[in-house]
């Protein structure tokens, strides 16, 4: 019996995804919610668990391609003893894209499908840190520099592109009619355009401008394609990751959105600090995990924003849209960059229940089991630099949010204290926020109420003590 692996529906806004990488390759066997792939989504990346177990008979999509909810990915024989029987019956032409390259082009006869026309270009909101990582890789721009239409004898396949190839080809300026596609049914693959470039053939002509430039026109001849330096003896050259390109467009975005403004104040959280230590056994015992200072300081943010919702504002086009709740996102740290899960409806949960969320999407996102919708929706963030060392941080905000709060490392300060000089907990908190959205009194009063909640509130009730 053969189950098919399909491209899973991962939110409700989610319509497809692109195939970062197989965990499993074909021939090889795999149990029912093992890890079969790696997958990124406009929100996320993340793995996704096999449906069935087996072996892998079949893998239909190779990594690097973006294709939309419900295409076929793979194929699982459940009987792993005659899988490769079966996958070797079946043909090579959807096996792999290697053996899919060996396959005879199709004959002249066969009716060419129209090449598949470019998405229209989006009027949502700019993208989030963690739904970012997917808009570089789907390539949601329209294309400008190259043709869009493969080698036109490739088969029915060859004239589906991933949103990669089309950016690389932009890039470089080649024309696709002119690359012969490997992949599976003639697909051209991101390697045939590298071999293409690689193979000396000269990159398209870039298209003469609509308008009459400014400054003189370039010569015509063909660009060279772009050399990528050698690394020097002490120099090593590594290729950004899927989620550091997606992180370096969003905060370019940022920058460019918004008019970013900050200020600071300085918390004694002495109260908070004896508190804590009070608690941190108790708490570790019974709920399994440590008590960290963030729990105080988003309970104590939640707050503020209720009191002053324009910090807690979206600008849209020109009407602000004011929230009275609050999707609190909080900046984690991965092994290779960082995504802002959302908690939502933060709000309406008192100290100990915040720890708990916050504990369950930082433990679930450095496992890459984040699903799309919990990296969507956030309404203002926190980002927390202090355990790297940091004492002072200004973040850039997280569109389309209007502010962020950087809560850097608590320390022992000398003080005066009614005249004499007293040793406390202190730590910074600066907010990044939107000038168009926020004037710096209101980003004071909001830093303000933040400072002394966290000065005066009395947490020992929510801990149990």
Known sequence: MSTSVKMPQLGETVIEGTILKWLKKEGESIDVDEPLFEISTDKVDTEVPSPAGGTVSKILVPEGETVSVGTELAQIDEGSANGEARSAVEGVAGASPDAAAAAPPAPASEPTPEPQPAAAPSVASPPTPSNVAAASATGASSSVGAPSRPAPSGGPR?????????????????????????????????????????????????????????????????????????????????????????????????????????????????????????????????????????????RAVCEALLTYPM?????????????????????????????????????????????????????????????????????????????FGSILSVPIINQPQSAILAFDAVEKRPVVIDDAIAIRHRVYLSLSWDHRVIDGALASQFLGRVKQNLETWDFAEDLGL
Do not use: C
């Open 158 to 298: 060859s004239q589906i592109l991933s949103p990669v190839v089309r950016k690389l080809a932009e890039e470089n300026r080649v024309d696709l009619s002119q690359v012969q596609g490997t992949g599976a049914g003639g697909r051209i693959t991101r390697n045939d355009v590298l071999n293409y470039l690689d193979g000396g053939a000269a990159p398209a002509p870039a298209p003469a401008p609509s308008v009459t430039p400014l400054a003189p026109q370039a010569p015509t001849q063909a660009a060279p394609a772009p050399q990528i330096a050698a690394a020097g003896e002490r120099e090593e050259i590594v290729p950004m990751s899927h989620i550091r390109k997606a992180i370096a467009t969003h905060m370019v975005a940022s920058l460019q959105t918004s008019a970013r403004a900050w200020n600071m104040v300085e918390v004694d959280l002495e109260h908070v600090a004896k508190l804590r230590e009070r608690a941190k056994e108790p708490f570790k015992q019974r709920e399994g995990f440590n008590l960290t200072y963030m729990p105080f300081v988003s």
């Open 311 to 387: 910090v807690n504002a979206e600008l849209r086009g020109e009407e602000i849209v004011v929230r009275r709740y609050v999707n609190l996102g909080i900046a984690v740290s991965i092994d290779d960059g960082l995504i802002v899960p959302v908690i939502k409806d933060a709000d309406s949960m008192n100290l100990v229940g915040l720890a708990r969320a916050i504990n369950d999407v930082a433990v679930r996102a450095r496992a890459k089991q984040l699903k799309p919708d919990e990296v969507h929706g956030g309404t203002f963030s926190i980002t927390n630099p202090g355990p």
